[in-house]
């Protein structure tokens, strides 16, 4: 094994272990055949071990039989990831799909609140459906609107009865947004169902029997809850303590997470590394007494172990939390057995740990942040520590701990930003600098909230100290946070490659090793590589043509992105203002340029008025663009003109009748009812028009049968489609 990674096996089997589950997933193998390969593997490797004893000294290994370790480890993995992915129960709910049942199991993980809706994942045990149960063994993804008054009553663990009807989980709605679909189905999920409000859903009494979950993580986690309740006063400072110890994100505003995410610091957030390292801390310094023996320090391992783990459990068991308590768990085992553990090998060590329970977690874009942020703090953190001089003069001291404390921040965000632009298309410069105080006092605040939870209950004035202590760190840090976000190019936008990304990282690795051996030259050219690699795959890389319309899907609620000479111009955008981030995000996807302009037809004034952009008169009339005149020919009729393309927009089949468009005009109609008579009116003033291209968008009301009509029309003409919810129009 000395030919690859010798100083580090577990980092070694880590990288087998990622290939094979990538393979898995993006390779057209059944897990039939990664099965084949992974026995074969093994009975060659076992040979070869047996044929190594014989011909080679003790403790030595041929290449060859290295090759098929690695070989059945890759193979094993993905066979794991294959039958995960490919398999489904029998029975599966995927056969009700369509149709009303009622399902009984248990929640499972903690549910989530936002934009009046819970979400939660469901162990279904049984489904009823029309006097006929089924035994059945399978997950389902539950939607249920809540009331604007109504709180959140369900809890992990709890065994509850949800009525409904199943449906697919939808896709992605737009290019490059998140997809639903994809990342339910890598959680074991197919189905969703929709609940129009609590009363769809029955909770009833457990069944005999000890739970963990309910016996000691959910009064333990309500205990925390209502300690931070009564003791912090009410606000997003209190909201911000329980998301940072507790992992409720979900009811932190919009605003205050666009915040986070701008200044670089939304890992404060996420219950992850950080939290755990303090909690552990914490407790270890309440056991140094019980460690002056070898029985002691065994049973102060177990005891910080369970609290650790406890804590994950009451946290939700999120990746970065599971990594963070299972390499807390070795690194503690390694030092209490008097063994030296390196924390590179401990922490591909916990990370192979999880993929075994859950190869998914590959994917997870908090399992690859969490792994960069640490593997930047234990490479980089020494070499960038060493710069400032060691003296032992004052000022010399306070600087050095400044550079320190620098340094943790710099070496965390050099390990993580790649993969955060890469994921979500932005690099944070104000991270470099806000890091200082939003890591600083965040971390007072959790150290200020462990003696309230101790104290409530009998010190209720104690605890009331801590709690207003943890309010006063909290405002600390979003007082920071909300000042560098405000700051101009706070966060800009960057969105590599993949092959970018790893550039950067390999490039990053050969620069530390030749600076932690002084090589100065093989610096200089580490650095080079690099930047040539990322000049010649820029410059190399073909960019799309921009689109001259597209459409951009707003839920129920549709944008038109129209394009010409490097102008864009945005028709309608919804009912909220917060989609206008949305639309710029699919104008850059597109290689559109960002709206300069906009017009409504079915958008609020309100909401149009709050656009960015210059807006075009809602009465009727002409505004003249530099490269598009915009007319405006009833207040639910629009028709965009340039030099090369032209678009008109109307509200209604009679509306449309009254307009006249020349042969090479696209159009998009929004029909309402659709019938034999409005096929034959639509038919006639088409063959009369000619229009090039044609969206139909059907009306809210629409009957399934018209619509199925509708989809008939068009599926017999070239040239029209029907708006989708999960498919952008596009037209070049």
């Known amino acids: 094994m000395r030919y690859f990674l010798p100083a580090y096996p577990a980092l070694r089997l880590l990288v087998c272990a990622a290939a094979g589950i990538l393979a898995a997933i993006y390779l057209p193998f059944p897990p039939f055949a990664w099965l084949a390969a992974a026995l074969s593997a093994c009975v060659l490797t076992g040979l070869l071990l047996l044929l190594n004893c014989t011909r080679l ?93 109504e709180e959140m009553r369900y809890q992990e663990g709890d065994f509850v009865r949800v009525k409904g009807r199943l449906g697919l989980i939808p896709v992605a709605a737009n290019r490059g947004e998140y997809d639903p679909r994809w990342q339910q ?63 409720e ?26 939290h755990v390292a303090l909690l552990a801390y914490a407790v270890n310094l309440c056991l140094q007494r019980l460690k002056v023996t070898p029985v002691g320090r065994w049973l102060a391992m177990l005891m910080l172990v369970s609290i650790i783990a406890l804590y994950s459990f009451v946290t939700g068991n999120a990746p970065s939390i599971k990594r963070a308590a299972i390499m807390s768990a070795m690194m503690f085992a390694g030092g209490t057995l008097g063994r030296k553990s390196y924390a590179v090998n401990s922490l591909a060590a916990s990370d192979l740990v999880i993929l075994l329970l859950d190869p998914f ?50 070496s965390a965000m050099i390990g993580v930003s790649p993969v955060i632009a890469l994921y979500f298309g932005t690099f944070s410069v104000a991270g470099i600098v806000a890091n200082l105080p939003a890591v600083l006092f965040s971390n007072f605040a959790m150290y ?40 101009p190019y ?18 990053i690795a050969f620069v530390f090793y030749a600076f932690s051996k002084r090589a100065w030259g093989r610096v200089v050219i580490a650095v080079l590589v690099g930047l040539n690699l990322l000049f010649w795959h820029v410059l190399s890389s073909s960019v799309p043509k921009p689109p001259q319309v597209v459409t951009v899907n707003l839920g129920k609620e549709m944008g038109v992105l129209f394009s010409a000479g490097g102008e864009t111009l945005l028709v309608d955008a919804g009912r909220r203002e917060a989609s206008w981030e949305r639309i710029r995000r699919q104008a850059n996807v597109w290689n559109l340029a960002t709206p300069v302009a906009a017009a409504g037809i079915f958008t609020p004034d309100p909401v149009m008025r709050a656009l960015p952009v210059t807006l075009l008169p809602s009465g009727s009339g002409v505004a003249a663009r530099r490269t598009f005149v915009v007319r405006r020919l009833d ?6 003109d340039s030099k090369t393309h032209s678009l008109l927009l109307v509200s209604g ?34 063959a009369d028009a000619r229009p090039r291209r044609m969206l139909l968008v059907p009306g809210p009301f629409m009957t399934p049968a018209q619509r199925e009509l509708l989809a008939r029309f068009a599926a017999e003409r070239p040239a029209v489609e029907v708006r989708s919810r999960s498919r952008q129009t596009a037209w070049y």
């Open 185 to 247: 189905r890598l959680k074991g999920i197919h189905v969703q169902i929709f609940c129009a409000g609590p009363w769809k859903v029955l909770r009833e009494p457990p069944p005999p029997g000890f739970s963990f979950i309910r016996g000691v993580v959910n009064p333990l986690r309500n205990y925390l809850a209502t300690a931070l309740d009564k003791h912090v006063p009410d606000g997003e400072e209190r909201q911000f303590v329980k998301g940072m110890i507790l992992g």
């Open 490 to 507: 706070a966060s800009i936008e960057a969105r590599p490659a993949l092959f970018d990304v790893a550039v950067f990282y390999i490039a």
């Open 635 to 640: 207040d639910k009729a629009l028709r965009i």
């Open 249 to 274: 994100r979900d009811m932190l505003s919009a605003e205050l997470n666009d915040a986070f995410r701008r200044t670089g610091t939304a890992h404060v957030l996420a219950v992850s590394g950080l």
């Open 653 to 686: 089949l009679k509306r449309l009748e009254a307009q006249r468009a020349d042969g090479g005009a696209d159009v998009v109609l929004w029909i309402y009812r659709f019938t034999g008579k409005e096929w034959r009116r639509l038919d006639a003033w088409m």
């Open 57 to 149: 000294p003790a403790g030595k290994l041929s290449l060859f039989s290295a090759l098929c370790y690695l070989t059945a480890v890759f193979s094993a993995f993905a066979f794991h990831a294959s039958a995960a992915f490919n398999f489904v129960p029998s029975p599966s709910l995927l056969s009700w799909v369509g149709r009303d049942v009622i399902l009984s199991g248990f929640i499972d993980g903690r549910p989530v609140e936002g934009d009046g809706m819970t979400t939660m994942q469901l162990r279904v045990t049984e489904v009823f459906e029309n006097g006929q149960r089924a035994r059945i063994s399978d997950r389902v993804k539950v939607v249920v609107r809540m009331p604007g008054d």
């Open 448 to 487: 200020a909230s462990l003696p309230l939870f101790l104290f409530d209950g009998f010190g209720g004035w104690i605890a009331s100290f801590f709690g207003m202590s943890s309010w006063l760190f909290a405002r600390l840090t979003l007082f920071f946070v909300h000042f560098f976000s405000a700051m």
């Open 361 to 410: 977690d590959l994917l997870n874009p908090g399992f690859v942040m969490t792994n960069g942020a640490v593997l930047g703090i234990l490479t980089l953190y020494k070499p960038l520590a060493a710069v400032a001089p060691d003296s032992k003069k004052l000022h010399w001291r306070l600087l050095r701990l400044a550079w320190e404390a620098f340094s943790v921040s710099l």
